[in-house]
């Protein structure tokens, strides 16, 4: 009896990824510039489409009762969408991360080391649901040589079906082959993706901590994410209560929704009587809910009571904690013990106490006197970001370019045997770095 194998359509989805990013490796810097402003181009002419798309998707999350904090992800408007393609032509004119010589070193004469870095190959991308994000990643991917299988949040399939389409036609008319850029739109394709191996060289998820650790739990492929936004922002004694009103106000309501959004704000005791009323009226004014710890209740009576789990939440919402401490190493280990690692602030005008801050805070962010919000792959200019990792291992941050290349060691040599380098005669190698 014969029997007959089937590919699953995902493996096929996979294969020709892996074959057009193959490709797409070899092409030149002007090549892979010249597909970037291809895209950049055929999401403009794609606008009304995208716009009406996402329109959909909201009509259809606001049906099913999205939370607040998703339905503001979700929203795509002519701004963000016009700022979206700027940070695509801005990765474009951004250096090449392929083909840069790492170590050049002669190890004997005619035999010649190089460290050169290369992209990773297929990158698997499952995102939360910004409809953007699908724009920033592929135009890293493209840039930083590498294919790219992109799941989007279930609320933004219609806006992430109608960007993936114009990316499609772009590069369509350009050296990159379309098959380098891939979507997927169910969630059982989640778990096939994660068994794919042997076409996709990094998974990068970007969605709550249970879900970061479901992936990292049920795939043999490399993992790079980033979970939980539990930022923290201190208020030091010695800080300038205008600046601290302001950059407080800055991190908790300019978009509240986002990763890097402050959830918990710390207040040295010294100053809390002063400060904390102050505060209070500028949140208050936004509609921010405060939550504040005893002490906190004490001068400001009118708030709500904040519990234990108050400090290990991620509101992506109106609200926040509010917890007093006595010094700055007690704001230093409440940070430690309760963030996650993405971007944590201090206010102060004392250097001593922002050092302090700075060497023992442990966070891929470590703020002095400037918002968490900071913490975005575009303000740093990298032009874009597939993600904001919080590991200890690099990269770390807001991944951009770099965090999308790994590297190779290529040898050239003359005949050259490891025999002569052995044994009692010896020869020495030269291990001269060359220019």
Known sequence: MTIVQTTSPLVTIAQNTRQAASKLALLSTKQRNQAIEAIAQALESAKDEILQ???????????????????????????????????????????????????????DTGLILKRITCPLGVLGIIFEARPEAAIQIVSLAIKSGNGVILKGGKEAVRSCEAIVKAIKQGLSHTAVHPDAVQLLTTREEILELLQLDKYVDLIIPRGSNAFVRFVQENTRIPVLGHADGICHLYVDQSADIAKAVSIT??????????????????????????????????????????????????????????????WETEYSDLILSIKIVDSLAE?????????????????????????????????????????????????????????????????????????????????????????????????????????
Do not use: W
Request: net charge negative; hydrophobic share 40%; aromatic share 6%.
């Open 53 to 107: 798309a996402n329109i959909a998707d909201c009509e259809a999350a606001m049906a099913d009762g999205i939370a607040k904090p998703l339905y503001k992800r979700l929203q795509l408007d002519e701004h963000k969408l016009r700022d979206a393609i700027a940070g695509v032509r801005d990765v474009g004119r951004l250096a090449d991360p392929v083909g840069q010589v790492q170590i050049h070193r002669e190890i």
């Open 331 to 435: 704001a230093i280990a409440h940070i430690n013990n309760f963030g996650s690692r993405h971007t944590e602030a201090i206010i102060t005008e004392d250097l001593k106490a922002a050092e302090t801050f700075l060497g023992l805070v442990n966070a891929a962010g470590v703020y002095h006197n400037c918002s968490t919000r900071f913490a975005d792959g575009f303000r740093y200019g990298f032009g874009a970001e597939v993600g904001i990792s919080t590991q200890q291992m690099p990269p770390r941050g807001p991944v951009g370019l770099e965090g999308l290349v790994t590297y190779k060691y290529q040898m050239t040599g003359d005949g050259h045997i490891v025999t002569t380098y052995t044994g009692a005669n010896a020869k020495s190698f030269t291990h001269k770095d060359l220019t």
């Open 249 to 310: 106000v800055d991190a908790k309501i300019q978009y509240p929704a986002a990763c890097n959004a402050i959830e918990t704000l710390l207040v040295h005791q010294s100053i809390a009587s002063e400060f904390l009323p102050r505060i209070a009226i500028a949140l208050q004014a936004t509609h921010v809910e405060i939550r504040g710890d005893k002490r906190t209740l004490e001068i400001l009576p009118d708030i709500t009571n904040a519990t234990d789990t108050d």
